[in-house]
């Protein structure tokens, strides 16, 4: 009995391999109708002789119909595609700065937009639903590593006993540069930079424990833990509540970086007392490539300022408020007094005070768009989707007509601890041969040199049926790879999972 039990184990080869299977999978979940929300490049777009990603194949090597056909797109974990409503939305929004110029931060939009000055706080509600939070406790701003050092601007406070900062050792780089630069920007040693590695050079799973121990090992000289809510290599999603509680259990800080996260798996970042998280929108949010990101303050760090504020109402001087310290900018100072031209510092409570400049209309317009199609289900209902359309590609990628396959798994198998994408490791060499036959088959995965594919079926607008043709087109790639490299080790190194 395996140990995380597959729901589409039971079903015999000629069912489960069928293009039938996948369409009638389909067919049954009520979510499949959000594809049609999303604008899918076709295989012949992606061909384009000129501008195509995929243009340097030979004319006329792919039939009319298969140009016409929608490709297997299974890279929402490094972008999203594009929602269809997205262009009604910036249609709108250059209308309005062609006809109304600077009117268009004031007065409200055609199609209930809200003006643009109030398009911060339109986005919150939505935003909060699908992190777990409340809506005052985050912001849409600025973008993710740019956030990540303006929260720890706020939350990282080193003093001589405690100055570590704890990420993974596998940290995106951006991660890893951004916290190690907040020590050298503290005159801090880079050895106070602390890495967690997975205990198995073979694997890069992180168990719990270990971190957890890690933790504790460098507890009392620790001020922040920098974690990501879903691992961008080998896609594991770690126990952010546990961790958590762990830290402040220690008297750490702990923030999360959510960019694999946000929009993939329901979190809760309010219940499970998060102390800051941030994130793109641009991933399984599908706001659109380097789009505004947001963030998350937990709203235990504005109670302070609000006992002040009750406590003495008349002789308050926002100036002194015993608030989070952070860098700060006019868009989060008070909206009410934001034209007045004081310089007098007076924070909006909650994330919003963390604010710098006048957010970009054009993004908090893409971003809108990408949220309203969100609204239409819930993170909880996608998550069921998800589930099961990643179990499904687990499945069909564990059967390959010989055993065993030519690449392993190695994002967890345990579906609690991963999100919608699979990690594979494909046995050496065969990775370049691999992806130009996918590619050259309209698929589009996102590869990590040197061996590992990454595929990311997004419960939003990918099918079965998308899953079902990518492990057909991806398992005779493995086959040519092999005879043409004729590699004995391609077909027996990886093979043990
Ligand atoms: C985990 C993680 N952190 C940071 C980044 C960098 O994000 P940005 O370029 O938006 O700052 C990315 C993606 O690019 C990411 O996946
Ligand atoms: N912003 C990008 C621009 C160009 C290419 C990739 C990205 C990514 O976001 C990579 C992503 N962080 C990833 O984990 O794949």
Redesign the pocket.
């Given at each position: 009995m395996p140990k995380y039990p597959n729901p589409y184990a039971a079903v015999n080869d000629a069912d489960l391999l069928s293009e039938a299977f996948a369409r009638s999978e389909d067919g049954r979940d009520p979510l499949s109708s959000l594809r049609a929300e999303f604008v899918i490049p076709t295989k012949g777009d992606l061909r384009n002789k000129q501008y195509g990603p995929l243009g340097n194949q030979a004319a006329g090597a792919h039939s009319e119909d298969d140009d016409h056909e929608e490709s297997v797109y299974l890279c929402g974990n490094s972008l999203g595609l594009q929602p269809r409503r997205t262009r009604e939305y910036v249609n709108r929004y250059l209308d309005t700065w062609a006809s109304k110029g600077v009117f268009g931060h004031f007065k409200p939009l055609e199609g209930g937009h809200p003006p643009w000055l109030d398009l911060d706080d339109a986005l919150k509600e939505q935003t909060a639903r699908i992190v777990g939070a409340l809506p005052s406790e985050v912001v849409v701003m600025e973008?993710?590593?740019?956030n990540l050092h303006l929260l720890m601007s706020s939350f990282y406070k080193p003093t001589p006993d405690r100055y570590k900062i704890i990420i993974e050792g596998k940290a995106?780089p951006?991660?890893h540069y951004a916290a190690q630069s907040q020590l050298a920007h503290h005159n801090i040693p880079s050895s106070a930079l602390i890495t967690i590695t997975p205990p198995s050079a073979d694997s890069p799973y992180l168990t719990t424990e270990h971190i957890l121990s890690v933790i504790s090992q460098h507890n009392a000289s620790t001020a922040l833990v920098l974690l990501?809510g879903i691992q961008?290599y080998s896609g594991q999603f770690f126990d952010i509540e546990l961790i958590t509680r762990h830290c402040h259990s220690l008297g750490i800080t702990v923030g999360w970086?959510l960019?694999?996260a946000v929009g993939n798996v329901p979190v809760k970042l309010h219940d499970w007392n998060v102390d800051f998280a941030a994130w793109?929108n641009y991933k399984y949010m599908n706001g659109g490539p380097?789009v505004i990101?947001g963030l998350f303050v937990h709203d235990n760090h504005a109670k302070v300022e609000q006992t002040q504020v009750d406590g003495d109402a008349k002789h308050i001087n926002h100036n002194q408020l015993v608030y989070k310290p952070r860098l700060s900018g006019w868009w989060g100072s008070d909206k009410s007094r934001r034209f007045r031209m004081e310089n007098e510092f007076v924070p909006i409570p909650g994330a919003s005070g963390f604010q710098l400049s006048n957010p970009s209309a054009l993004d908090m317009t893409s971003v809108l768009a990408s949220l309203d199609v969100f609204s239409l289900t819930s993170i909880e209902a996608l998550r069921a989707r998800s589930l099961r359309l990643t179990a499904y590609l687990e499945e069909r990628l564990l059967r390959y007509d010989s055993k065993p396959p030519p690449y392993k798994i190695i994002t967890p198998a345990n579906p609690a601890e991963r999100g919608a994408q699979l990690s594979v490791l494909l046995n050496p060499g065969l990775l370049d041969h691999v992806l130009n036959y996918i590619e050259e088959h309209g698929v589009v995965v996102d590869e990590r040199k040197p061996d590992v594919l990454r595929v990311a079926p997004a419960p939003l607008y990918n099918s079965f049926w998308d899953v079902h043709r990518f492990v057909v087109i991806f398992q005779e790639g493995c086959r040519r790879a092999i005879a043409r490299t004729g590699s004995k080790s391609a077909e027996t190194t990886n093979g043990a999972s």
């Open positions: 973008t993710l590593t740019a995106f951006s991660d990501p961008f970086d960019a694999h793109c380097g990101g």
